[in-house]
């Protein structure tokens, strides 16, 4: 089955700083690549995405950018906000098997003030 | 609210009861996931629905878990004789299909406390 890393485990990053969390994953198949952000006590919310047909999206703050040939892709988060601190999950889609996302183990992100 | 609800959102039993779990998608959708996740750990795949038929099971799903999805609407969740190692938060999932495949919007969860 799909195998998801991600790393850093628990990132801090001064508030205004750019914080980066990279994943990388197992199967070539894989087509969706989706982050997730999820508060304490809260349900996960999909925040950006990217299909395997381009190496980069961009929503205002946030940027994911996908290496399909090294089987990695990353959340850029830029002019990071106190309400930016959560736990991000990334995500990988195969599209068989279990026919369902196989998520990271999430990253800790913490904006100090 | 149009999004995923799912209900009990909190439930305490004692070891060896049975508890049930509901979940209402998103109304167009037509794929249903069942997750589970515990404390510092990333969502984990139970078990998925296409309309009515359960296409597939996670083995992390022993015999004591059972999903169903009866008409291809709600789908139920049901764990028999509780363990505390079954303590977790059991999310709930749906998805469109076609190019919108993969993309899942969760509910808010049903957390179970197994004492």
């Known amino acids: 089955g799909e195998n998801v890393e991600q790393h850093p485990s628990t990132l801090s990053v001064q508030e205004g700083d750019s914080a980066v969390i990279k994943c990388t994953y197992s199967?070539?198949?894989?087509?969706?690549f989706p982050w997730y952000k999820q508060e304490l006590g809260k349900r996960p919310q999909l925040i950006i995405d990217?299909?395997?047909?381009?190496g980069e999206k961009k929503d205002q703050r946030i940027a994911v950018t996908l290496n399909k040939t090294a089987k990695h892709f990353s959340l850029h988060i830029t002019e990071t906000q106190p309400e930016d601190s959560a736990v991000y999950f990334c995500?990988?889609?195969?599209?068989?098997?279990?026919?369902?996302?196989?998520f990271g183990k999430g990253t800790h992100l913490i904006i100090q003030p | 609210d149009t999004g995923v609800s799912q209900d009990p959102r909190h439930k305490i039993t004692k070891r060896g009861q049975n508890v049930t779990f509901r979940c209402d998608p998103i109304?167009?959708?037509?794929?249903l996931y069942w997750y589970r996740q515990t404390l510092g750990q990333g969502p984990e795949f139970l078990t998925y629905f296409q309309n009515e038929a359960q296409l597939e099971k996670s083995r992390l799903l022993s015999d004591r878990f059972s999903a169903e999805r009866p008409k291809g609407s709600f789908s139920t969740l049901e764990i028999q004789r509780t363990e505390q190692g079954d303590s977790a938060m059991y999310l709930c999932a749906s998805s469109g299909s076609g190019r919108l495949t993969g993309e899942l919007f969760f509910g808010e969860g049903s957390r179970l406390t197994v004492l």
């Open positions: 199967d070539s198949a894989s087509n969706y």
């Open positions: 990217i299909r395997s047909n381009v």
């Open positions: 995500a990988v889609f195969s599209g068989g098997g279990a026919d369902g996302l196989t």
């Open positions: 109304s167009e959708h037509n794929r």
